[in-house]
């Protein structure tokens, strides 16, 4: 499935729903205007993502990690190094594929 963007407010029950119907992906965290010094990339469903109104200040960009990278590079009109993993969404103890 294609990555989704949502960078306004008023997208704030879009981007709600969007995470309700599709519980394993990733959301993107970045500025408003999308930086490549701040990339952070959260689980859906974790508490992180729980706060109200995030988009009054973030923007945030759902989907799968394979279509988030391919937004990134397609969309936001930069080169990115790498995409961080926040600390919370994945701690040493859970499950990551090896290599
Ligand atoms: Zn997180």
Same mark, same amino acid.
């Given at each position: 499935?294609?990555?989704?963007?949502?960078?306004?407010?008023?997208?704030?029950?879009?981007?709600?729903?969007?995470?309700?119907?599709?519980?394993?992906?990733?959301? *993107?965290?970045?500025? @408003?205007?999308?930086?490549?010094?701040?990339? &952070?990339?959260?689980? =859906? $469903?974790? +508490?992180?993502?729980?706060?109200?109104?995030?988009? *009054?200040?973030?923007? @945030?960009?759902?989907?799968?990690?394979?279509? &988030?990278?391919?937004? =990134? $590079?397609? +969309?936001?009109?930069?080169?990115?190094?790498?995409?961080?993993?926040?600390?919370?969404?994945?701690?040493?103890?859970?499950?990551?594929?090896?290599?």
């Amino acid at each position: 499935m294609q990555a989704r963007h949502f960078s306004d407010s008023s997208e704030e029950p879009l981007y709600r729903r969007r995470m309700d119907e599709n519980p394993g992906q990733f959301v *993107l965290n970045t500025h @408003k205007s999308p930086s490549p010094a701040y990339l &952070i990339l959260h689980r =859906v $469903g974790s +508490s992180c993502l729980a706060k109200q109104n995030p988009l *009054l200040s973030y923007s @945030k960009l759902c989907g799968d990690r394979a279509g &988030i990278e391919e937004y =990134v $590079g397609r +969309s936001f009109g930069f080169n990115f190094r790498k995409i961080d993993e926040c600390g919370n969404c994945f701690r040493k103890w859970s499950w990551q594929p090896s290599g």
